[in-house]
């Protein structure tokens, strides 16, 4: 009995890989290209810190930015009044290359750039001040006021600044490597969309922030000058012709030769859908047909929350990759030959009619019923999936997908230089806030050894010394007692 189990099973999913005679025979290849066109037509954001108490994620540069706020002010709690002076706003501001270029300041400002001086010149302001904040830091810290107080802590703090600022600096330069991918990453979406002649010509209007940026008419990836069949039947490896972008395709998809199939991609009669069939203003109605199929499209579920868009692009076009080969229709006499079988559609996406005449085919002029052999509303791929050859707008999205990858990894190692900055704002804190432990520390060892009694041992080695002149005392670690000529102890010993 297992055996007859096993072959209904087998059967099951034989037949289920062939479709019915019915509408919407597209409709889950087009889902697919849904998918992808919501994933592609997102902007390209840069990557956040996960979420704090308060439930939002937070910048990289805002956490920087505020991290050398805060270090700043606290290394400028120990600077000398001067530089203090050449950081005031008010009545006007200083030049960054005016005191970097003056013999008294330069050593103090050397290396900084115009975003660090801007930050130092607001945390001079705060604790200049006696309001709100600056208080509140006041408080907190107890700033030292004596320049004997300041000097004991401006070399750790001038070791621990100089770590923050060449973190900053570290930390800017991997910002403006991740915008680059990001806008790259963006490029490339776009050229999966609407092909790379398009986006080339449209590049000063892109930026990472980019969602659609769709073409008009003439400029739609479908060449004008041939039919619907000459354009989609077959993909090429160049030219406005299937596999050059994603709309290309999803025009082909779900737009037979004529007009009056307007059910291959959804379930219900699909209105306003042009037929490209003819010569007149072919590249402008199929901008129409995609039009109304992506306005189709946004009714999908659209993505919540925070998504990896790399991973996202990679599951989808895998899916797509997938559905490849697998949307043969039994037409009239089930084949008998290979050649006339499902193998010979196996690179075929799309709906096409397997019959005993002839081999399949992508082709719907005069039938898109799904009932005569040579016909299909699909595109092959062949000449694009031979070794060394890809589906263009498909190489686009791996294009992408590097660049986000390279984006992620750039991101983690952001984290290290913020890691950085939190420790030096720590170490700062902890000398900041230890200082008056040390003052007092300091205070009870000096009155402690001003008062501390020799003990019985050096008394009596001093006490029994034989060479009692200067010399014989120094030489057994003790004092010459003028008084009465003998070896004393060391004060404080």
């Known amino acids: 009995m297992h055996w007859q189990i096993l072959l209904e099973l087998s059967l099951a999913i034989i037949f289920s890989s062939q479709r019915a005679n019915a509408d919407g025979e597209n409709s889950r290849e087009f889902n697919t290209f849904c998918s992808i066109y919501r994933l ?5 954001a840069e990557p956040s810190l996960p979420a704090t108490g308060t439930g939002l994620q937070t910048a990289i540069s805002d956490e920087m930015s505020a991290l050398m706020t805060e270090i700043m002010q606290l290394n400028l709690t120990v600077a000398k009044k001067e530089i203090l002076d ?9 030049q960054l290359t005016a005191l970097q270029n003056e013999q008294t300041t330069k050593g103090y400002f050397a290396g900084l750039t115009e975003d660090q001086y801007k930050k130092m010149q607001a945390a001079a302001a705060k604790i200049t001040n006696n309001e709100g904040a600056a208080q509140a830091f006041s408080a907190k810290y107890k700033p030292p006021t004596t320049e004997a107080e300041k000097g004991k802590l401006r070399r750790q703090f001038s070791h621990l600044i100089n770590k923050a600022l060449a973190a900053d600096t570290a930390l800017a330069q991997l910002r403006h490597q991740m915008n680059q991918h990001r806008q790259q990453a963006k490029e490339a979406m776009l050229t999966a969309l609407y092909g790379a002649e398009y986006v080339q010509s449209a590049k000063g209007k892109i930026t990472a922030q980019t969602t659609d940026l769709e073409p008009d008419g003439p400029n739609f990836p479908m060449d004008a000058a041939s039919d619907r069949d000459s354009n989609c039947k077959t993909a090429a490896e160049s030219g406005k012709k299937a596999s ?6 999803t025009v082909c998809l779900c737009t037979g030769y004529n007009g009056s199939a307007t059910t291959l991609c959804t379930q219900n009669a699909f209105s306003g859908l042009q037929d490209i069939g003819a010569a007149n203003a072919r590249n402008a109605k199929a901008l129409g047909n995609w039009q109304k199929l992506k306005a189709e499209c946004a009714k999908g579920a659209a993505a919540t929350g925070k998504i990896n868009l790399e991973t996202a692009l990679c599951a989808e076009t895998a899916k797509f990759l997938s559905h490849i080969g697998t949307g043969a229709i039994n037409a009239e006499t089930r084949p008998t030959t290979l ?25 719907s002029q005069s039938g898109t019923r799904f009932q005569t052999a040579q016909k299909g509303v699909c595109i092959d791929y062949a000449a694009v999936l031979k070794p060394g050859k890809q589906i263009r707008w498909l190489a686009a999205i791996d294009a992408a997908a ?14 290290r230089f913020i890691s950085e900055a939190e420790s030096v704002k720590t170490q700062m804190e902890s000398l900041s806030l230890m200082r008056d432990l040390f003052a007092v520390q300091g205070a009870e060892t ?8 020799p003990t019985a041992e050096k008394q009596n080695k001093c006490k029994a010394a034989t060479n009692k002149t200067v010399e014989g005392c120094s030489a057994i670690d003790c004092d ?5 000529k003998k070896c004393k102890p060391k004060a404080g010993t």
């Open 339 to 363: 050649a006339k079988s499902e193998a010979a559609g196996r690179t075929f996406y799309g709906a096409f009619v397997l019959e005993n005449t002839d081999s399949p085919a992508c082709t």
């Open 480 to 484: 010459y007692d003028v008084e009465n």
């Open 40 to 44: 592609l037509a997102l902007p390209v």
């Open 244 to 249: 050059a972008s994603l709309a290309t395709d």
């Open 446 to 453: 000096a009155s402690t050894g001003a008062n501390r009694q």
């Open 402 to 415: 590097t660049h986000l990858q390279t984006l992620s990894s750039t991101f983690k190692h952001c984290l």
């Open 86 to 94: 050449n950081l005031k706003t008010q009545p006007q501001a200083k």
